[in-house]
Every structure is written in C-alpha cells, then in structure tokens.
C-alpha cells in the first residue's frame, strides 16, 4: 500500500493537473479522492464538498496545468499529510504572443481516513493566493527609438 504522502500528491495532482478539458475525468477522481461529508476549509471560509468541487474544477478551463510539491509533511498516526504547493497554469489567451500563466501558491492540510474500504480526504483545510506570470517584453532588434 502507499504511503500517506504519495496517496496524496498522486491524487491531488490528478485534480489539478491537467493538459486541457478533462471534466469527466475531474468529477469521478474528485470522488474518489473526498468523502461526500467531508469538512473543508478554504482560505478560512467553511465551505461544501460541491462548492469546493465547483471552485477547483473552474481552473479546467485553462490550456493545461502542473503541480510542483515544494514540501509535504505527514503523520501516519494522525492521517494527516500537510504540504506547500505550486500550480503553473497556462491559459488559453495570449499575452505580446506568449501564453499568460497564473501561478496559485497553496498550503494544504488533509485528513486521510479509510471509508468503505477505500482512503479519502475526510477534512481539508487548503489556503491559496493566485498572481499572474511576470510578462517579459523583448526589445525590438535593429530599431531606433
């Protein structure tokens, strides 16, 4: 069986990577990976597991997505893994003929229980902000100003 950890980031980063529109996918790993009664905190705000579904499925309407774990902790005892995240999304609209990005940076805290013989997020605290990509501009080559 897989660790805690590696539980985690595989499941979590099948929600929030992707390579384009993949909602029927999205839906059945979202399900697969919460429990329908499951306690979600976001950004400090209670919320449903339908609002919560409805919020991260709303990044699928990006180009594509990755995910970079910066750290993860875990407590095998507690059920919990804890961790710091990147996500890099491209999205679908140019910026001076370059793909703008978004970066969400997300500190995320799960509680890992087995519910009818399967593991599932059972209480998720999750924190994020988001901030566009620097655009870089190239100068012009052999122009007078």
């Not at 499951?38 to 499925?57: F, P």
């Amino acid at each position: 069986m897989t660790s805690l950890t590696e539980w985690a980031q595989s499941n979590l980063n099948a929600l929030f990577e992707h390579s384009g529109e993949q909602e029927d996918t999205f839906s059945s790993q979202f399900n697969a990976t919460f429990s329908p009664n499951a306690s979600i905190l976001m950004n400090h705000e209670t919320i449903s597991v339908d609002e919560y579904k409805k919020r991260i499925s709303q990044t699928l309407v990006t180009a594509s997505s990755s995910v970079e774990w910066k750290d993860v902790l875990e407590d095998t005892e507690a059920g919990v893994v804890a961790g710091f995240l990147v996500i890099t999304r491209t999205m679908k609209f140019r910026i001076r003929a370059a793909p703008a990005k978004n970066y969400t940076y997300i500190t995320i805290s799960a509680k890992i229980a087995q519910e009818g013989g399967e593991r599932r997020i059972v209480n998720l605290v999750h924190t994020f902000t988001s901030k566009a990509a620097p655009i870089h501009i190239q100068p012009v080559q052999g122009g007078e100003a």
